[in-house]
């Protein structure tokens, strides 16, 4: 349902951004009948199975989208479009990428999500320019050291994959957003930790345990969701995420949290769910921006004290627990 959900949303995009824009077009007979004028070729779900080497002529092409085709080759021809900042590729049948993509060094957005790629070549460090660059849903098992020399890379999609470790990625100064979603991590990928100005983080559905505290590093974070894993306890330097606004743990094993917790001022939400919890620490009243708390099933037996101190709490998940009553205003926050 996710991969089908990213497709949508990839194929709605690609179909609707640049439509009936000068310089676009929808076939390419029609593109090749006018190569030079052609900047934005959108050739979204046309059934594509072969794309044709003359493709190089559209010389001035910007913008290429061939989702939701057939393909499983692509034309040396593709990679010989000097100025192609994007392309799209996603829902294809391609099990390799050829060297010669690194010749696209104009390239600053690259989509692959929902293909069946086993690996990348090493020359996808060659393009310099890139700044997104998805790979959701495919068989990916490892990354090329390369990976690292895309300096300009801010949004890095890995979601749905078979990873299980990570390159250095110490040189990605200006990456802002990982996912690395359903894969394959039984421990916290020690390279995320160098990336200084990561914003968002997204490790859910994996088997993770423990939550490296080096992640003190990640002094920019605002979206932190480590979902779904086999976490059992957290370390107290989780509290020295200052920015933190988001924060999910549900679906996990954590019995207690550390009392750094309530260092979170920034905190807006917080779910707790499918967890061990008994008991929250007292610094939770500390937590004075938090609109929305989720404790729905854990082992509560009382409601904590510390929750009354919430004053901007707007909704509280409580179900699944074993809670006689509570002294909560459901007129003035909502109950679930």
């Known amino acids: 349902m996710k991969k089908l959900l990213i497709s949508l949303v990839i194929l709605i995009i690609s179909s609707c951004t640049f439509y009936g824009q000068p310089h676009t077009y929808h076939s390419i007979q029609a593109a090749l009948r006018n190569p030079k004028e052609v900047k934005i070729l959108d050739l979204t779900s046309k059934k594509i199975s072969v794309l044709p080497n003359s493709i190089s002529k559209l010389v001035n092409l910007e913008v ?32 390799s990428l050829p060297q010669s993509i690194g010749k696209l060094t104009k390239l600053e957005v690259l989509s692959l999500a929902n293909n069946n790629l086993k690996s990348l070549p090493t020359s996808i460090g060659k393009l310099k320019n890139l700044k997104v660059l998805y790979l959701y849903g495919n068989q990916l098992r490892s990354l090329p050291v390369s990976i690292n020399e895309l300096t300009k890379i801010e949004v890095l999609g890995l979601g749905y994959n078979k990873l299980s470790t990570l390159p250095s990625m110490d040189k990605l100064k200006k990456l802002q957003v990982v996912y690395l979603n359903h894969n394959n991590f039984h421990q916290f990928p020690r390279s995320i930790t160098d990336l200084k100005s990561l914003q968002e983080l997204y490790l859910d559905e994996n088997s993770i345990q423990q939550i490296s505290p080096d992640v003190k590093k990640l002094q920019y974070l605002i979206r932190f969701s480590l979902s779904n894993n086999a976490i059992t306890s957290l370390p107290k330097e989780l509290g020295q995420l200052r920015r933190l606004e988001y924060l999910n743990l549900s679906h996990n094993q954590i019995s207690t949290l550390p009392s750094t917790i309530g260092q979170l001022r920034n905190l807006k939400y917080l779910d707790l769910s499918y967890n061990k919890l008994s008991d929250l620490p007292a610094s939770i009243k500390n937590l004075s921006q938090l609109k929305d708390l989720n404790l729905t099933q854990n082992q ?24 006689k009553a509570y002294s909560i205003d459901p007129n003035k926050i909502l109950i679930y």
């Open 64 to 95: 290429l989208y061939l989702s939701g085709n057939e393909l499983k080759t692509l034309p040396d021809g593709l990679f010989d479009l000097p100025l192609l900042r994007e392309l799209y590729l996603d829902s294809n049948k391609l099990s």
């Open 300 to 323: 509560f037996k009382i409601l904590p004290e510390s929750i009354k101190f919430l004053t901007c709490l707007k909704s509280i998940g409580l179900k699944g627990n074993n809670i």
